[in-house]
């Protein structure tokens, strides 16, 4: 039975972890923290994600999540639409639309399937030998495989011992907040609102939550003092129900953090018997909310070929497609970022005018992002063939 060690216990090494398993792989994974606290409050699953969950057998725990429903789309700080669709237009397009769930409860699912013998948790890892397949631990164990796997986030020693020449992540220019607060009797619809330089999301969650999370153009580092009223002064005078949302929040709740990507693409995503998946191979803007998709992408393109073509087939499967994602994540963050009014003002008017043109422009828009479909599975131009029955 051929040899993986996961080097970190994230979205991208967790799933990693059950692809390979099911694949006859015998896993181990290895996560410094004592126990997983997932960073962060919520996160989306979009169609091509959910489509790889179902390569796993996993996709319909995730989706039984959903509460997006009527409108989605981007406003104005104001409240009115600039652009919109329904869960019913991406459905029709892709077969699924897109769970927001919290970040905790997609690390509970992905950790039951692994099983509780596969994840070793305490123990960090002090070197990586790609060339040789060996990992040794801070306490000095050396672990042999015949497969690595980095998975261990945006600042990734897996990703330093593989190219210690790269610059590593940099700073996009933002700062975020996220928070969880609960909905009480406020009508809650899955929006983003975009200001000058400012972006303010709203998506309801299971269980009457609501994720919130907002960006705004900032010197890294600032983060530290009361946030809630950071987010108050900037925010404050936004559409319903964003001051309503803030006033309800928790301050120790919510969580502020420096943007970073790598706005450097790695040449390759393998050397030797390592491979590098999500952050640590391509951690990008969350503009597109394809971070944590295209890890899973990952773990379940590289269960797929690691038995045959090994990594070099891993890089050949992945690089082009998650650079575009990188880029076009990068692109929209630039948009978001202008602060000029007149600028701004365009930008609103020529988004406003294309859904005026194209029906469904939103939807039309991400098809190269969730068109994608897992190994051995045909996408449809301009949509998607699904491998589960489509739901009535």
Not at 70 to 96: C, F, M, N, S
């Amino acid at each position: 039975m051929p040899q993986a060690v996961v080097v970190g216990a994230g979205i991208g090494g967790l799933t990693s972890a059950v692809a390979l398993r099911r694949q006859g792989w015998e896993v181990t994974v290895l996560e410094r923290a004592a126990a997983i606290e997932p960073v962060g409050s919520g996160l989306a699953i979009a169609a091509n994600a959910l489509k790889a969950l179902d390569t796993l057998g996993l996709g319909d725990r995730v989706r039984a999540l959903s509460r997006v429903q009527g409108q989605v789309g981007i406003k104005r700080a104001d409240g009115r639409w600039l652009t919109h669709t329904t869960p019913e237009a991406a459905e029709g397009r892709y077969d699924d639309s897109v769970v927001v769930l919290l970040r905790a409860t997609l690390m509970e699912v992905l950790t039951d399937a692994i099983g509780p013998d596969a994840l070793r948790l305490g123990i960090g890892v002090s070197e990586v030998d790609p060339e040789g397949g060996v990992v040794r631990t801070e306490a000095g164990e050396e672990l042999r495989a015949d497969l690595v796997v980095g998975a261990d986030g945006i600042r990734s020693r897996t990703r330093q011992a593989l190219f210690p020449r790269h610059p590593g992540p940099a700073y996009s220019g933002v700062t975020a907040w996220r928070g969880l607060v609960p909905r009480g009797e406020l009508e809650i619809r899955s929006t983003e609102s975009w200001g000058r330089g400012l972006v303010f999301g709203v998506n309801l969650l299971a269980g009457d939550l609501v994720y919130v999370y907002a960006t705004d153009v900032s010197p890294p580092g600032l983060a530290g003092g009361d946030e809630r009223a950071e987010l108050i002064r900037r925010f404050g005078g936004w559409h319903d129900p964003i001051p309503a949302l803030l006033r309800a929040a928790d301050p120790a709740l919510i969580i502020r953090s420096d943007v970073h990507h790598l706005a450097e693409p790695l040449p390759a995503y393998h050397r030797g018997r390592a491979v590098l998946v999500g952050d640590a191979a391509h951690a990008m803007t969350p503009n597109l909310g394809q971070g944590a998709c295209q890890a899973i992408e990952d773990a379940v393109v590289l269960a797929h070929v690691a038995g045959s073509g090994g990594p070099a087939a891993y890089t050949a499967a992945r690089l082009a497609r998650t650079r575009k994602m990188v880029r076009r994540s990068w692109a929209v963050c630039r948009v978001t970022k202008v602060r000029n009014p007149l600028v701004a003002g365009l930008r609103d008017a020529a988004v406003s005018l294309g859904t005026r043109l194209v029906p469904d422009l939103l939807v039309r828009s991400l098809d190269e992002v969730l068109g994608w479909r897992p190994p051995g599975q045909e996408a449809a131009p301009g949509g998607v063939v699904s491998s589960r029955p489509r739901r009535p």
